[in-house]
């Protein structure tokens, strides 16, 4: 069996210096919550996400970090605390996994959030989603679609 690409997405480690990298880029962060064990998870990113990622035409529009809902790790919240990734969940009412949230340097959403889908279309969409995000922060930024 071949290399799964869906590793290629950073997990989020510490969203409080992450945060400040987006404030100083003035751009977004992109949070993808997904569920180990539920395989729409890895579809989503090995056919949609990471595709447009390595196709390098996203970046400097948005960081992207990977949240394992149900993974037990400790992540360093946007206020320097660390925190588990279920309260993430809760912090955003997470119900349905995979899904891709679009959030501000302090953790605040920005844009609707996407959820898993025809991924035909998913570039589209996500590109939306990224452009809307960028329009919230005042940024003068778009991703041409």
């Not at 890895?42 to 595709?51: D, H, I, N, R, S």
Request: net charge negative; no cysteine; charged share 20%.
């Amino acid at each position: 069996m071949g290399k799964s690409f869906a590793a290629d997405l950073p997990l989020a480690i510490n969203l409080q210096q992450l945060g400040e990298q987006a404030r100083k880029a003035h751009i977004p962060i992109v949070l993808v919550f997904t569920y180990q064990g539920i395989r729409s998870g890895e579809q989503l990113k090995e056919e949609a996400l990471l595709p447009e990622l390595r196709s390098g035409e996203l970046d400097g529009f948005a960081f992207f970090r990977e949240i394992v809902v149900n993974d037990n790790r400790k992540i360093i919240d946007f206020y320097g605390e660390p925190t588990s990734s279920k309260v993430f969940q809760q912090l955003y009412n997470l119900t349905s996994f995979p899904v891709v949230i679009f959030v501000n340097a302090d953790g605040e959403e920005i844009a609707d959030p996407l959820l898993s889908g025809a991924y035909d279309y998913y570039a589209f969409y996500l590109k939306q989603q990224i452009n809307q995000a960028l329009k919230a922060l005042g940024s003068p930024k778009r991703i041409h679609q």
